[in-house]
């Protein structure tokens, strides 16, 4: 028989615990930008929308600012797991269940399966780990649709990632492929393509100098690593080459 609980805690966790932007309330995260999304993919981050370059404090030695989806300790890390090595841990495995949840998501969202991947870790019962996790849905700690909204957004305009690349990393956070595919086709293919050009824009002059095929090779390599189509590619970088006086007829219409 189902263990009685007292859920009034949940009500009150979901109006006075810290909560990431995304998690129910609608809004988008405000997270640095290319802190969290340089060329190599932090899978946490998300982005204040065309933020400034770097997360850090300048000028002083503090921590860098966390972005959308990084946390300290991923899914409960070390530094999650020393604190909770000070307490003495609840031994109900439901106020468990809670107390590990609660702290993951304080000051981060977080989607169902990677908080049911940390109860696993944690070896919480299955029963208790379900029975707090649809507890969470209830009064909106969990939501993965609000978190892949968040997560698009984000990540598209801090890191400049295409539809076929955000639609991944939801894919390995978990989150449902019917609402991965909602939160992506709110990027229509003509924002797409103007991110792509600000991002050649942005490269283009790093590669003078070069020669014309290694231009073409590293500006082609950028948006192709970012998830865009190689027609796309081609037609943005054949474009802004143009501009600049180079000779494009030896491009095709193939891939590169």
């Known amino acids: 028989m189902t263990r009685r609980t007292d859920w009034a805690e949940y009500e009150f966790a979901a109006s006075g615990v810290p909560r990431g932007r995304g998690t129910g309330s609608g809004d988008g995260p405000a997270v640095d930008g290319d802190a969290a999304y340089d060329d190599s993919t932090g899978g946490g981050g998300g982005a204040q929308t065309g933020g400034p370059r770097d997360g850090g404090p300048r000028g002083g030695r503090g921590r860098r600012r966390r972005t959308f989806g990084e946390a300290t300790a ?3 890390g070390a530094s999650s797991s020393s604190r909770a090595g000070r307490e003495e841990p609840p031994a109900d495995p439901v106020e468990r269940a809670r107390a590990i949840c609660l702290r993951l998501l304080t000051g981060t969202p977080r989607t169902r399966k990677q ?3 940390a109860l696993r870790k944690r070896e919480i019962p299955d029963e208790a780990a379900e029975e707090v ?3 969470f849905e209830e009064v909106g700690l969990i939501d993965d649709s609000a978190f892949a909204d968040a997560w698009v957004e984000s990540r598209h305009h801090g890191r400049g990632l295409a539809r076929r690349a955000l639609a991944r990393e939801l894919r390995t956070k978990g989150v449902d492929p019917t609402l991965i595919d909602e939160a992506v086709s709110r990027l229509d293919s003509e924002q797409e393509e103007a991110t792509a050009r600000e991002l050649v824009a942005r490269k283009l002059r790093a590669t003078r100098g070069l020669d014309r095929d290694k231009r073409l090779r590293r500006l082609a390599g950028m948006l192709a690593r970012k998830g865009y189509p190689e027609g ?8 802004a080459l143009e501009e600049e006086g180079e000779d494009t007829g030896f491009l095709g219409d193939e891939a590169f």
């Open 74 to 76: 991923e899914d409960g």
């Open 115 to 117: 908080l049911a991947d």
């Open 133 to 135: 996790l649809s507890r």
């Open 232 to 239: 796309l590619a081609l037609r943005v970088v054949r474009q």
